[in-house]
């Protein structure tokens, strides 16, 4: 079967990655895949082509592994195929601690009418009413308490 994705590497391209592989600057991933691209580079000065198979023998990783960083080299380039390049930007919160306070807050007053205690439902619904989100989930709320090491019950 012919290989899915095939390594071209030009001088410039082939130059950095073994100079990544010598200087020893660069953590384990990387220098274990720039190895492993240089490995399966077609049109390398070694002669023929190595096989995924013999690749992943020589670097101790899986074929899968190569395969993926073949797949990511081809699709996207050299630097996402290292693994140098920023991942996406984390994911911003919502809620600050202002809104976090209120609901301890409103958690620690006393139970509705007719209710021994606070339930995750109640309060959700509590602070949706007094206007401090226009919706929230139980889980905020769950895992706002847990923070806390406040318990409901």
């Avoid at 895949?33 to 020589?58: F, N, P, Y």
């Avoid at 905020?140 to 318990?151: C, D, F, H």
Wanted: glycine residues 6%; charged residues 25%.
């Amino acid at each position: 079967m012919a290989p899915r994705y095939k390594i071209t590497l030009t001088s410039q391209q082939r130059d950095s990655l073994e100079a990544l592989t010598h200087k020893g600057k660069s953590n384990a991933h990387q220098f274990v895949h720039a190895q492993a691209l240089l490995l399966c580079d077609i049109g390398s000065l070694c002669g023929e082509r190595r096989k995924v198979a013999e690749v992943a023998d020589i670097l101790g990783i899986s074929e899968r592994t190569i395969e993926r960083l073949k797949q990511r080299f081809v699709e996207t380039g050299m630097d996402a195929a290292l693994g140098t390049t920023m991942r996406r930007p984390p994911i911003k919160r919502r809620f600050d601690g202002r809104f976090e306070a209120r609901l301890i807050a409103q958690a620690c007053a006393e139970a509705p009418e007719g209710r021994v205690r606070w339930t995750l439902r109640l309060l959700a619904q509590k602070i949706v009413e007094l206007q401090f989100t226009p919706s929230v989930s139980l889980m905020t709320i769950q895992r706002t308490l847990k923070k806390t090491n406040y318990s409901l019950t």
